[in-house]
């Protein structure tokens, strides 16, 4: 029978639309909307046609061309029995055609406003395939960088963290939902698949619920707060539950604190693993743990179109359960307009002059300069310039990982840059390697020709993007292939070396760096990574970049992050400077280890520019603090410099005894601000009792009066340091 679809009502009337429409569903159409497809053959087949007016499906991800899209999505609205519009899910995850840094590149850029502008773009031209949903913001807390899904996220810290997941929903989602170019944020991966054990990806993950309360859920609310419309359940186990059962995270902390009413989508294939995982005898019993654990759709796995039907008619699950994740569903594809927004979607130009500009804007601003010794940088345009690497001319390389729909022919390399800025005379090209991953050395002498033909070396280092994303965790942490050796070969021709780095994550480099005059971390930079690497590189601007990960000496030192505690026996300034490598005479009986230093090489924030900024004269507001008070802490900086900079001034609290023990520092705020060369600026950033708040071992969210120390700090180990006291 023929019904025309639920005439569009306005939004205020959602809810109503819904429960209607739930009360004329069949269960299969039920749990057709609770099932996603993983794509069809393009074009769609007979079998696609008959499962879409079936009601056979509610979502597909990684589907076919806008045509297939504009077809499948008519024949939901107009062929099937109650014209329940289809969803389209794909991997937007840093970027669409316009390629931007990898998220742990735009994080280092402490820049949420370009971060949101960014993601606006991706919105805008994943909406213009004919996407409705990005899976994204991953917003897993990392700290291990064995860890490959790090260069996902954003770095170690919940602040951070937090304010790079809003500003990825609020680009995605726009004013609202329905507008076009807008399209739903997914946040993942829910919760606590950072912290698997080892830096092995889909291991467990233990942690206490202090430790997830206070660092690895934070992000998620803030983007539950910003609206995100769509949640995924992790890989993982948490505690010994797998996060796409997990009843906890997913129904207690996510529905009845949260009080969040989009749906819960589970990753690809997570609830068959609960299987494997030793949680689930069989896929009718995954099926009933994913349901009454909390997960509303199921990506790819079919056990809830399998099972679910035999399960409430058996009376194992009562189909008030089922109503109430359709409902969920439902009010999302509502308030995207689904049921009433034209099919086709508005149209946005790819790679538009302004998006490509966006792009090199936010990896110009994600690069962090390590080193810059002798002013090694900027360079001289009139210098010949030797650039090195596989990575200096590698497009897929520099796209990073999780790129789906960016073209490798549209990236603006470094080596094209370099040669665009400086001109082709002033350039050689050799790549010493066939590609980052290379243990041979067949290339070295062409490398040192160029090298000894040049007035600098700029040698392009670093992960390809394959040795980083899902599924590549490492266990060494050291430059790929014979990289280290390319660097000597290159270093001991005698002319100083420039390093530029690219990997998805933190790498240990502690011999090499000896060896390199200055070092640029550019993680994967996406498709405008070469205009913005080079114009550092010749001082078109400053670098800005800070670290928003710990980077280890060594890969023993792992897990290595800023916010750690202090324990009982913290190792005395007398203690550090612990030569890495051979154990040194041990003595004393500190935290601490006999062949390397406690601190990390490069600390959480760090980064340097091409000018000198000071921070000075610290001023705190006030001694003490009522709890329904403020206090104001400031600082004056000043640019000692010839150029202007673009410094992040960080400000750090420590509590110095609570209920729980609490970290050394913790980020409460940052600030960007352009200094230019020899002028002050002074920041001012105001405490409450919310930022002073934590949960303690009660499950209460609580500022508890003591003592407090607050920095204003270029990072997480230097910075000027006040005190107030918390009444
Ligand atoms: C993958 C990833 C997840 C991604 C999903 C769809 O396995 O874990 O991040 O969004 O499946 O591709």
């Not at 933190?506 to 070469?530: C, E, N, R, S």
């Amino acid at each position: 029978m023929m019904m025309l679809p639920v005439a569009a009502a306005p939004p205020a009337d959602t809810e109503r639309r819904i429960q209607e429409l739930v009360a004329r569903m069949t269960l299969d159409e039920k749990i057709g909307q609770m099932s996603q497809s993983s794509g069809w053959s393009s074009p769609l087949s007979d079998k696609d046609h008959a499962e879409i007016r079936a009601g056979r499906w509610g979502s597909y991800l990684n589907a076919g061309t806008l045509q297939d899209k504009i077809a499948a999505q008519r024949i939901a609205l107009k062929e099937s029995r109650l014209g329940i519009p289809l969803l389209f899910g794909r991997d937007v995850i840093h970027g669409y055609r316009t390629v931007f840094p990898i998220p742990l590149g735009q994080a280092a850029s402490w820049d949420p406003a370009l971060v949101e502008a960014a993601a606006r773009v991706a919105a805008q031209e994943a909406a213009a395939d004919g996407i409705h949903w990005a899976f994204a913001p991953m917003v897993d807390i990392a700290r291990d960088p064995r860890w490959g899904r790090i260069a996902e996220g954003s770095g170690e810290d919940p602040y951070l963290g937090s304010a790079m997941s809003a500003a990825v929903v609020h680009g995605f989602q726009g004013r609202a939902l329905d507008a076009p170019g807008s399209i739903a944020a997914c946040v993942k991966h829910y919760v606590g698949y950072g912290a698997a054990e080892g830096g092995r990806d889909y291991n467990t993950a233990w942690i206490p619920e202090v430790l997830l309360r206070n660092v690895y859920l934070p992000p998620f609310r803030a983007a539950r707060d910003a609206g995100a419309a769509t949640f995924m359940s992790a890989f993982e186990a948490l505690n010994g539950v797998p996060a796409s059962g997990n009843t906890f995270t997913l129904r207690k902390v996510l529905r009845d604190e949260w009080h969040f009413d989009g749906f819960v989508v589970s990753d690809w294939n997570s609830i068959a693993e609960m299987i494997p995982w030793g949680y689930a005898a069989d896929e009718a019993d995954a099926a009933l743990k994913g349901v009454l654990g909390g997960v509303d759709m199921e990506m790819v796995s079919t056990t809830y179109y399998d099972h679910l039907k035999s399960l409430v008619d058996a009376g194992r699950i009562d189909v008030r359960l089922i109503d109430e994740a359709v409902a969920n569903i439902l009010r999302v594809k509502f308030r995207m307009g689904l049921f009433d927004r034209p099919v086709e979607p508005a149209k946005f130009a790819m790679e538009s002059p302004e998006s490509l500009e966006t792009a090199r804007r936010l990896a110009q601003e994600s690069i962090v300069l390590l080193k810059n010794e002798g002013a090694a940088l900027p360079l001289s345009k009139s210098a010949r310039v030797a650039v090195i690497g596989p990575l200096a001319d590698s497009a897929v390389d520099q796209m990073g990982s999780w790129v789906l729909d960016g073209r490798p022919e549209d990236v603006h390399t470094p080596l094209a840059a370099i040669r665009a800025l400086a001109g082709d005379a002033q350039v050689a090209y050799a790549p010493g390697l066939e590609n980052a991953r290379d243990t041979s050395h067949a290339g070295f002498a062409a490398a040192v020709a160029a090298a000894r033909s040049a007035d600098r070396a700029v040698l392009f280092l670093g992960e390809d993007a394959g040795l980083s994303g899902e599924a590549r965790s490492r266990a060494f942490l050291n430059l790929p292939g014979a990289q280290e050796a390319l660097i000597d070969a290159i270093a001991a021709t005698g002319k100083p070396v420039i390093g530029v780095i690219m990997a998805g994550r933190p790498l240990v480099f502690h011999d090499a760096a000896a060896k390199l005059q200055a070092i640029l971390y550019a993680w994967h930079p996406g498709t405008m990574g070469g205009p913005a690497i080079a114009g550092l590189l010749y001082g078109e601007a400053s670098p800005s970049g800070r670290l928003p990960v710990s980077f280890p000496r060594t890969v023993g030192q792992v897990p290595i992050y800023y916010d750690h505690m202090n324990t009982g026996r913290p190792p005395s300034e007398a203690e550090r400077g612990v030569p890495a490598g051979t154990p040194i005479n041990p003595k004393g009986d500190t935290s601490r280890y006999v062949d390397v230093d406690v601190t990390p090489e490069y600390p959480f924030g760090y980064g340097i520019s091409y000018s000198v900024v000071k921070y000075e004269n610290l001023r705190v507001s006030a001694p003490r603090m009522s709890k329904s008070g403020e206090i104001t802490v400031t600082a004056d900086l000043v640019n000692t410099g010839a150029r202007d900079a673009d410094e992040t001034a960080q400000l750090y609290i420590r509590q110095l005894a609570a209920s729980i023990v609490r970290p050394v520092r913790e980020l409460k705020g940052f600030q960007r601000v352009r200094i230019p060369a020899g002028e002050k600026r002074t920041v001012r950033f105001a405490l409450r009792t919310a930022d002073l708040s934590f949960w303690n071992a009660r499950g209460e969210f609580v500022a508890e009066p003591g003592q407090f120390q607050v920095w204003i700090a270029p990072d997480a180990e230097h910075g000027l340091r006040g005190e107030f006291r918390l009444e």
